[in-house]
């Protein structure tokens, strides 16, 4: 079974500073996906960033890039020029892109991220 | 375009009772999601349904259901609630599951408190 690790459960950030979360993963799948989702108080969960695992390349979305490491099953994200807007809860999570095509997500346990003004 | 939309917003319950909660998709969206999240569980799966079909589900007792209609609607039943069943429901949908990327859109969720 697959598992998603999230070893930091609190971060804090200086407004425009750079922040990394850490995520780590395991799998014996060799094709997955793997996604950063935002969870302000609102609880409302938004997609920060997806990177296919068949990439090389680490995935950016303006201030928000990966660091995907597919050897190391590790898969942290990096919020450039933090905003006050950026605090939230943070999960990373999983997809297969096998077993009959499904959209189930497994979960981190979520990284709070707050940001000092 | 109107997103996922889950009825209703805030519900309490006692212990026994059960309970129904209600996910629309976005419009063309056909594939729907449940989400459990609890402090001491965190972000947990439920179930997957598309084209009215039950897909995945999680490993959860049988008191948990669900179903989908044809207008891709879909419903949760809890059935003799427990303290333990407070939670977020969150639903997810998207326009088919399959083996590319397909992005999922979440709902506002269901916050469920059982007395």
């Known amino acids: 079974a697959q598992t998603v690790t999230q070893s930091q459960p609190e971060m804090s950030v200086q407004e425009a500073e750079t922040v990394t979360l850490s995520c780590t993963y395991d799998?014996?799948?060799?094709?997955?996906?793997l996604f950063w989702y935002k969870q302000p108080p609102s609880r409302q969960m938004i997609l920060v960033i997806r990177q296919e695992a068949y990439k090389q390349q680490n995935a950016t979305e303006n201030r928000f890039s990966v660091n995907f490491q597919k050897a190391a099953k590790s898969f942290s994200l990096k919020i450039s020029d933090s905003q006050l807007g950026d605090a939230a809860m943070y999960f990373c999570?999983?997809?297969?892109?096998?077993?009959?095509?499904?959209?189930?997500?497994?979960f981190g346990t979520g990284t709070l991220l707050a940001v000092q003004p | 375009k109107a997103g996922v939309t889950q009825t209703p917003r805030y519900l309490i319950k006692t212990r026994g009772q059960q309970v129904t909660l209600s996910c629309s998709p976005i419009s063309g969206h056909r594939s729907v999601s449940w989400y459990q999240q609890t402090p001491g569980q965190g972000l947990q799966f439920l179930f997957e349904?598309?084209?009215?079909?039950?897909?995945n589900k999680g490993n959860f007792p049988g008191r948990f259901s669900g179903r989908q209609f044809s207008n891709s609607r879909s419903e949760m039943n809890v059935s003799t609630l427990e303290l333990g069943d407070s939670a977020l429901y969150l639903c997810a949908s998207s326009l088919v599951p399959r083996s590319s990327y397909n992005e999922q859109f979440f709902g506002p969720g269901t916050r469920l408190t059982v007395l």
């Open positions: 799998t014996s799948e060799s094709d997955y996906y």
């Open positions: 349904y598309f084209s009215e079909t039950q897909r």
């Open positions: 999570a999983y997809r297969s892109a096998f077993g009959g095509a499904t959209n189930k997500l497994i």
